[in-house]
């Protein structure tokens, strides 16, 4: 009796002390992410971003060129139990809410990297695409990835050499 007892919390334990350190892992990779991010868009502000088709009819430009970012970004254990449950309950899925953050962001900072390596100060019609990638199989619990495309025209303008 006692025996069994002591051996199902030791366990119980250890599977507590796992998933705290996957949260507390987990949390600290991603909010390194999110710094990295602020930096990169930082660097890149200066490559501005619109949605509209068209560009100003006053400016002249020397290139148009398409441009493309894209990023993969897999849901980790942690945020995975925990949709699980809140999804039991409903409401929001916060977990998954900053992992389609990061991955937009880093799309678009890709492509302005892009952008900005092809000599463009802005990039129109810009758009972004994304597509939930999952791999299961019958002994396992299904992956959650997203990738992310951001895509656009970049142009470069006519007095840059």
Known sequence: GGA????LIIQFGVIAFLLLLGLVFGRAAEQRHFRELKQKELILREVLVFSEKHPPAD???RSANLVVGSVV???DYF???AASLKSLVGGRLTAYESLMDRGRRE???R???AAREAGASMIFNVRIETARLSESDSNRQALFAAEFIAYG???VPANRP
């Open 4 to 7: 069994v007892a002591m051996e």
């Open 59 to 61: 400016q002249e430009f």
């Open 73 to 75: 970004i897999a849901e």
């Open 79 to 81: 945020k995975r139990i």
């Open 107 to 109: 799309a678009i900072i």
């Open 111 to 113: 492509m302005k990297q």
């Open 153 to 155: 025209t970049a142009l």
